[in-house]
């Protein structure tokens, strides 16, 4: 689900599948998910002035520049796994594909009194990957005035200045990809931003990935190998679509394709999942880029200039502010995610 508070990425849920186990174990009912969440904004938008079906028009080569959020703890963890394990994997194929310093951004909440976490990050950097900041502790900008949202992000930087060392670690991603509710609280963020030397790194593309984070746990939990199997089709086929509906959406709203920016999570089903994503981005075309590179585009300065709690993707607020039709798309499988493995196996 997109576009809305929570939809976006989820490291609050971290830790919460060794919960779950214990509580499976119990035969306890419990929901993870954070409740069902409204659906992406709707096709119901007045039509806009470009054609809604610009397929032919996709590049032959694009290109994107990979992100990871919530490093150094994104989504749950099995009690036999370790950060360490997933950042390094992640960093190794990365690595093994020559897509190198990419940037995963970091809530330093979650460094503290935990050496796992710390040695992932020092792991993700000593692999040649970057750091850039996601706020000390996740919260929405929704949910904050912009002094505590800024305070959010100052308190952040040490672990930011510990880890990177002389590399350039002032970037930003909102959590959420939520960027202000109201236009003012909106505006003073940028604003502080920019006085304090940062860059937002801003997304084209997002699937929700880390949607498929906490169904993994529970199946894994299960030994549910079919479960497993839909997720990791499920995934595949809602990354595919995802990405060529987010890529008409930017020919809907700068009139061309631009360089990309893919929002991914570093979490445990990621690794199980990135050499299979990488291959469907190589499939239809895909270069990759660095992250300051492609936004360097123009199009990465447009600010939709909007007050909304929805937030999302650059393109997508642009069409939102613009009053422009979306593409079609189909709902990622949001009801099947979050029943799967649910149940405890038979005995
Ligand atoms: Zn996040």
Redesign the pocket.
């Known amino acids: 689900m997109r576009h809305s508070a929570g939809a976006?990425?989820?490291?609050s849920m971290g830790r919460v599948w060794l919960i779950a186990g214990l509580l499976f174990g119990l035969g306890a009912a419990v929901t993870l998910a954070a409740g069902p969440r409204p659906p992406r904004a709707p096709n119901t938008q007045p039509a806009g002035r470009r054609s809604a079906s610009p397929v032919w028009r996709l590049k032959s080569h694009p290109t994107v520049a990979l992100t990871f959020?919530?490093l150094p703890a994104?989504g749950g963890l099995s009690p036999d796994d370790t950060r360490l394990r997933i950042a390094s994997t992640l960093a190794a194929e990365l690595k093994a594909r020559h897509i190198e310093r990419v940037y995963g951004?970091v809530?330093a909440d979650d460094l503290q009194d935990d050496p796992d976490s710390q040695q992932a990050l020092r792991a993700w950097v000593d692999a040649g990957m970057n750091i850039g900041n996601?706020t000390w502790s996740?919260p929405s900008l929704n949910s904050q005035t912009a002094a505590r949202f800024e305070r959010q992000v100052a308190l952040d930087e040490p672990a930011l200045r510990q880890y990177a060392g002389k590399r350039d670690w002032r970037w930003f991603?909102y959590?959420?990809l939520e960027e202000g509710n109201t236009l003012t609280k909106r505006d003073n963020v940028r604003t502080w931003l920019r006085a304090h030397g940062y860059r937002i790194a801003d997304v084209t593309l997002n699937f929700e990935d880390d949607d498929w984070s906490d169904p993994y746990g529970r199946c894994l939990a299960q030994h549910d190998q079919a479960g497993i199997a839909w997720l990791k089709q499920s995934y595949l086929d809602n990354a595919a679509q995802f990405i060529r509906v987010e890529r008409e959406e930017e020919l809907l709203a700068f009139g061309h394709e631009i360089p990309n920016v893919l929002l991914l999570?570093e979490t445990a089903f990621t690794t199980l999942m990135l050499p299979s994503l990488l291959d469907l981005l190589q499939q239809e075309g895909f270069r990759f880029a660095l992250l300051p590179k492609v936004e360097k585009n123009p199009a990465y300065a447009v600010d939709p200039g909007v007050g909304s709690p929805d937030g999302g993707p650059l393109p997508y607020q642009v069409l939102i502010a613009r009053h422009l039709k979306l593409p079609p798309f189909t709902p990622e499988p949001v009801e099947r995610l979050n029943s799967l493995c649910r149940q405890p196996p038979p005995a």
């Open positions: 976006y990425d989820n490291c959020d919530d994104a951004f809530t996601h996740h991603r959590p959420y999570h």
